[in-house]
């Protein structure tokens, strides 16, 4: 443990009260007798998720890190590139048993949804740079936009096992019931979850609608305006076209209808995805101040 004094002290009062820390890897850099201003950031980092902390840990259990960045999987990136993280701004918290994934907004309070990974579930911890890649039974968590010390003081925190087991587990957000599935509402209290394949279905229908419906407001407005350029693009090369040469100009336009189709398609996909992300509740969210 860390010898007491002034940096402790100033970090110690940053740190919400009813949340258990250990001290020395939370904040490794103050053996050095100094506070980054990343410390003070991590500190508050789990004063804005404490309400959520305070209904999810047991009474035992002790916070060991915590960063914030995007959660993301490969297929993602290539599909949907620097967008994602709108959508996917995450606080990870390390405690003793878990990790513990919470979505938050763009001033990191908690927004819709958490998720867990119990630790004798990892298969298997890598990373580069910026980068945390994480192995489940089931698939691979890529975590990024961490700052790299705290990416390789987290890698350095992680430990990997045998098991091949599971994988990551959605959390209620009204009582955090953990489950391995993605049910219609909870069995614990009844909450009940919007559809994965109904949000998908809105976005086939126009780019955008899905994620409107799963709560991702601004994000959807930015995926409808888009929609709608590319099919004002389809209307006023197909118009022109027809007039001119009947039902053979409409052949000028179908290259662009197939990547308009495309588009629906590919937003459907990304939807369905973005909605299997965890429990979206109908009536409410995380808990947060």
Known sequence: MPRGGQPEEELKALLPASVAVRFDEMFPD???????RRDRKRAELLRKVEPVLQRLLAPTEVVRFAT?????????LLTAGSMNPFANRTTLVLTDKRVVLIHTDWKNRPRMFANQLPLDRIRATSGRNSY????????????HG?????ARH????????????GGWQNLCPRCFAAT??????????????????KAALRSLMFPGLGDFYLGYRKYAML?????AVLWAIFLSTLVPAVRAKGSEGALVALPIFALVALVHVCDALL????ARTGLHSKDGALPSE
């Open 180 to 197: 391995d599935s993605a049910p219609p509402a909870c069995e614990t209290c009844g909450e009940v979850f919007k559809s994965a394949k």
């Open 223 to 227: 995926e409808i305006l888009g929609g």
């Open 271 to 274: 939807t369905r995805a973005k």
């Open 30 to 36: 103050t053996r050095n007798g100094r506070i980054r």
């Open 68 to 76: 914030n960045g995007a959660r993301q999987l490969m297929w993602w």
């Open 146 to 150: 961490v700052k790299r010390s705290e």
């Open 154 to 165: 987290l890698r350095g925190l992680l430990y990997s096992t045998a098991s091949k087991k």
């Open 132 to 143: 945390i890649f994480i192995r489940t039974g089931r698939e691979q968590l890529m975590f």
